[in-house]
DNA sequence: GCGACAG
DNA sequence: ATCTTGTCGC
């Protein structure tokens, strides 16, 4: 599978979220991810403004120590626009090149963007979740829909997001008095569990050290290619 | 109809 | 996402 492939899917926006309304279904909440993985993924995909050239990067690291033990990149071209809601249909084919191109399977896949936070319940992270079939969690840096109290301004409090009354994801504060992080379920997970793992990844940022070191990962092969 | 709107 | 320099606060 590489990138001309899957990134063959040729959809309409319209065609892309009737497709999203039949994944949603598959997308599976469990009631804990494993308490401790052995290790854990970070993605994220870079970009020129108005451009078409994408570059994806997934790094893993062990889970105790937040070493980064395997990494990998891909690159590909992309048409399809960005709409709010419609994100994985921009981001998921080159994303999945990178992780093809990966000699380890990660425990738990943390992406930059949403997970069930999504009108459908099936943003870029549990997306990425059902084609990988592993657990994901959504860690993204500002609201896509639903509402929330503002959290404590302390690191580790959170305030419960809501969808139609129903409790998608958290608002945490990963830093203290630092704008927190919209972070909820992808796939194989649930709230509490994507809460605790996504704490437990992040250090001296706001974001957690995976997806932090990808998208370092993913700006400096942007700006290599751009200088060549 | 109007406003919101991941990356 | 990205364009961009300095600057305010812990």
Redesign the pocket.
Known sequence: MDFAVLHDWDLDPRQAVALQRELAQQVRLMPTVAESPATVAGV??????HGDHFFAAVVVLDFATLNVVDQAWADGWVDFP?I?????F??LPVLLAAFHRLKTVPDVVLV???GIA?PRRI???S?LGLWLNLPTV?C??????GVHDEPGVMRGEAAPLLLADEVVGMVLRTR??VKPL?VSPGHLTDVASATRLTLACTRRYRMPEPTRLA?HL??QL?RAALSS
Do not use: F, I, M, W
Request: aromatic share 8%.
């Open positions: 994220d995909v870079s970009y020129e403004k960005y709010p809601g419609l994100l994985s921009r981001e930059d963007g949403q999504h943003g870029l992270a997306h959504g993204a840096k500002s609201r896509l829909c203290e008095r919209y998208h993913t700006n942007r």
